[in-house]
């Protein structure tokens, strides 16, 4: 049974710092690319970050020099370190694979206000 279980987001202050995990289950992990979407109040569900099977990292300009992706293959978990955090970074976070998504996790919320 497919699972992506979100996790770590939280109240932050502007400036502060989170860091997201995903934990995968019932999936293929190591061999394929992943991803940190976001999807804000009112908005669409956006790309943030990716991350191939190499390693080879990408993220969307406005989280640029702030996100950090990175994964552990052998507990197939997928991170997003996030630093200097703004308020227009609030949104519900996830995790999928960008190339053959899987069933959609719950998310984890992040909220930046002071």
Do not use: H
């Amino acid at each position: 049974q497919v699972q992506l279980v979100e996790s770590g987001g939280g109240l932050v202050q502007p400036g502060g710092s989170l860091r997201l995990s995903c934990v995968a289950s019932g999936v293929i992990f190591s061999a394929v690319a992943w991803a940190w979407y976001r999807q804000a109040p009112g908005k669409e569900r956006e790309l943030v970050a990716s991350i191939t099977d190499y390693g080879t990292t990408n993220y969307a300009d406005s989280v640029k020099g702030r996100f950090t992706i990175s994964r552990d293959n052998a507990k197939y978990t997928l991170y997003l370190q996030m630093d200097s955090l703004k308020p227009e970074d609030t949104a519900v976070y996830y995790c999928n694979r960008p190339r053959g998504p899987v069933k959609w996790g719950q998310g984890t919320q992040a909220t930046v206000s002071s």
